[in-house]
């Protein structure tokens, strides 16, 4: 893939919207993880290119105790080389309550308690975004989609520049940001890539440890999550297909990820505004 492509296809289309919407302000939050990194980038370049527009780009990371100590120092390098405007604001005191307020008549459980940090960041994020004249900026993959791995009214917003990716074209993308782009490793830029590029990723909401992998397919890396994810998309239950994914990485690995996108589907009935990936991948 033409990675240089993509990313200024992403721009592009990203300024044509804010500028045919009449929009002046996008509003991220991040986690200091890879995709909201390059989503970041992302809207710094949109920023850049249309100077005339005076588009605001807001980062703002809303972390919980969740998060870890890494996750939040990537996501700072992430704002300060990117965004307009920028700051922290700690949502556990909120959290903790809303929480307790849930739990007066059914006990929580880990994913339903990471439901609510998700949601109550994008009440802050979706308030910001009414006040200043903006949107709020999506960052999840297509595997996420494809996966389920995503909170309805949580962390899905508006307008999903990087949503015709798979996660390890996400990891090419920051690569190619990072050393093609932004190759200075003075540069505050390349840093934040990088950091958010070797970042172990987590939902950030505490539900699982051990990283991504270990809900969706211990031992295995994206790229295998993703040919399974393709291969059945395009293939189906085709017998040579799953024999393959089977052989590559065994029957259990292949029907827990699939029992995954099969069991999300009510999810992908309501998407965000997504760059299709046919405007870049020819």
């Known amino acids: 893939m033409d990675y240089k492509k993509v990313f200024e296809t992403m721009v592009n289309e990203t300024a044509k919207y804010l500028i045919n919407n009449r929009l002046k302000t996008m509003v991220l939050g991040l986690s200091g993880g890879l995709d909201s990194t390059v989503t970041a980038a992302i809207c710094r ?90 949107l709020v900026m999506d960052t999840d993959n297509l595997t996420e989609h494809n996966l389920g791995f995503w909170t309805i009214h949580g962390d899905v917003a508006d307008y999903n520049p990087i949503g015709g990716l798979w996660k390890h074209e996400v990891y090419q993308l920051c690569k190619y940001l990072f050393t093609e782009v932004y190759t200075d490793e003075n540069d505050p830029r390349h840093r934040a890539l990088r950091a958010a590029y070797d970042i172990m990723p987590t939902d950030g909401n505490g539900v699982a440890a051990g990283g991504d992998m270990a809900q969706i397919a211990p031992g295995h890396t994206y790229e295998d999550v993703d040919d399974i994810l393709k291969t059945y998309l395009e293939q189906g239950d085709d017998p040579q297909a799953m024999k393959r994914l089977n052989d590559a990485y065994s029957a259990e690995t292949v029907e827990r990820v699939l029992a995954r996108h099969r069991g999300s589907e009510f999810k992908r009935k309501r998407m965000p505004l997504v760059i299709e990936r046919s405007l870049y991948d020819n």
């Not at 922290?88 to 006990?107: G, S, W």
């Open 45 to 134: 370049a949109v920023v850049e290119l249309h100077p005339e527009q005076q588009f605001k780009f807001i980062g703002v990371s809303l972390p919980c105790t969740s998060n870890s100590i890494e996750e939040n120092d990537s996501a700072m390098q992430a704002m300060q080389a990117f965004c307009t405007e920028y700051w922290v604001e700690n949502l556990q005191a909120q959290y903790l309550l809303l929480k307790a307020t849930c739990e007066q008549r059914y006990a929580s459980t880990p994913i339903s308690q990471g439901n609510i940090k998700a949601r109550l960041r994008m009440i802050y994020l979706y308030n910001l975004a009414s006040v200043t004249g903006g």
